[in-house]
């Protein structure tokens, strides 16, 4: 990449900007949402032996993990390239990594077909997602931040976050769709991939945007002042170590909270509380409005009072939840039910608002690529990639109570670290 004279660069307007970040984000999260729901939906029953449902369950949930273990590799690939080439084309880089393995997904045969080597497959496409999502939210996040004007940083912050309640809210709508038009046989033989498939135009789309952008503000002062870090990894790891921890446990209840509220529920509601599929979806889709609605919200407040102090006070709520999450979600009324999913899926969004704004501000410029990507995507090894199971495992050994206590428990360690986090905001 040529350096360009200080002053020379192009200014991306701010429709462009918050356009192209979310456009992404929304893209990737659909991608990895599809997955989550035909994780507990399709896959036990095509793509694992069906001699044992539950064990079959479990094994197509452990495949669901697998992305998270891939997303740090690809934070540090991409944010590597990101902190030294641009995030402009690394963004394109992930966009097409994490598409390719999305449709790939949707065109594998199954079990019956090719036995064995089906889940190998499937676990091969579900890591590229990960390293795709890897790089993806974190170069999301800085080309809003870093186009951000003062005083706006959380508010453009929160767009690419937007991508997540409207990528699951796209999923679960198709998988609805599917479920209305399709009987269970056709779901089952060929309606489930169409979501896979289909990924493509929005890929094609989000390609198309993320083009037409130029690098951002901070970037570019970066290439200017020749600042570019030769192994930024390495730099992180070395000279960022407290932020690197710090970040990663402030995310954690994120994500427990988030596939608790998605994954673990829609299991848990179609098998032990009874529900149909198409209902328990109708009651998520519901539900994660409230997702969508609380982001903008907590962005503007996050602005005003602190990203730091939004969050210590949010995480306070996340604990408190997580106390009365076992008896409203396990009542078997569905106005407690859908009550649970609301509450828990508005306070995850109230979390995932200012989340991305206040990962970036830890890292300095020439770092920030990697050093967001990487606390964000190891929180999803800790928060998220055992989460569905481990919440599985509690539930069907000890009761939803302990279901609760796991996310009291990360929502505290998510406090505790936002205390000792030196903030800049």
């Not at 449709?103 to 594998?108: D, E, Q, T």
């Not at 976050?161 to 769709?177: M, R």
């Not at 269970?184 to 952008?213: E, H, M, T």
Request: net charge positive; aromatic share 12%; glycine share 10%.
């Amino acid at each position: 990449m040529s350096q360009s004279q200080p002053g020379a660069h192009k200014v991306n307007s701010p429709g462009t900007v918050l356009f192209a970040s979310l456009i992404g984000t929304t893209i990737e999260f659909f991608d990895f949402y599809i997955y989550a729901t035909a994780a507990v939906l399709v896959f036990p029953k095509l793509f694992f032996p069906a001699s044992d449902a539950a064990a079959a369950t479990l094994q197509s949930l452990a495949t669901f993990a697998i992305a998270f273990f891939a997303r740090p590799i690809g934070s540090a690939v991409f944010g590597h390239f990101g902190d030294r080439i641009g995030r402009k084309a690394t963004l394109v880089a992930a966009l097409l990594t994490m598409g390719l393995s999305t449709v790939a997904i949707g065109l594998l045969p199954t079990y019956a077909s090719i036995g064995t080597l089906a889940p190998l497959l499937l676990a091969l496409c579900r890591f590229g997602q990960g390293l795709g999502l890897g790089g993806e939210w974190g170069g999301a996040v800085l080309l809003a931040t870093e186009n951000a004007p003062p005083g706006k940083r959380a508010w453009y912050g929160m767009f690419p976050q937007l991508g997540a309640p409207i990528g699951f809210f796209l999923s679960g709508s198709i998988f609805l769709l599917l479920s209305q038009v399709l009987t269970d046989a056709q779901f089952f033989a060929y309606g489930w991939r169409i979501p896979f498939v289909s990924s493509a135009l929005l890929v094609i789309v989000g390609l198309y945007v993320r083009l037409k952008i130029t690098e951002t503000p901070d970037f570019q002062k970066v290439l200017d002042k020749g600042e570019r870090v030769k192994v930024p990894v390495v730099a992180v790891l070395r000279d960022h170590t407290r932020m690197l921890v710090l970040g990663t446990l402030m995310a954690m209840a994120t994500f427990v909270l988030f596939y608790l509220m998605t994954v673990f529920t829609l299991s848990w509601g179609t098998t032990a509380l009874g529900y149909t599929r198409k209902d328990f979806l109708i009651l998520q889709l519901f539900s994660v409005l409230f997702f969508g609605l609380t982001i903008p919200v907590t962005a503007l407040v996050a602005d005003r009072y602190g990203r730091r102090l939004t969050l210590i006070v949010v995480s306070a709520l996340i604990m408190a939840f997580g106390l009365v999450l076992a008896p409203l979600f396990g009542s078997g009324s569905t106005v407690e039910v859908t009550l649970a999913m609301s509450i828990g899926l508005g306070l995850m969004g109230m979390t995932y608002g200012p989340l991305g704004t206040m990962l970036s501000e830890l890292f300095p410029a020439e770092v920030r690529y990697t050093g967001a990507s990487l606390t964000f995507n190891l929180a999803g090894i800790l928060g998220a990639s055992l989460a569905p199971y481990a919440a599985t495992w509690l539930a069907t050994h000890y009761g939803l109570g302990y279901v609760g206590y796991y996310l009291s428990t990360a929502a505290g360690l998510s406090l505790i670290a936002l205390l000792l986090c030196r903030s800049r905001n």
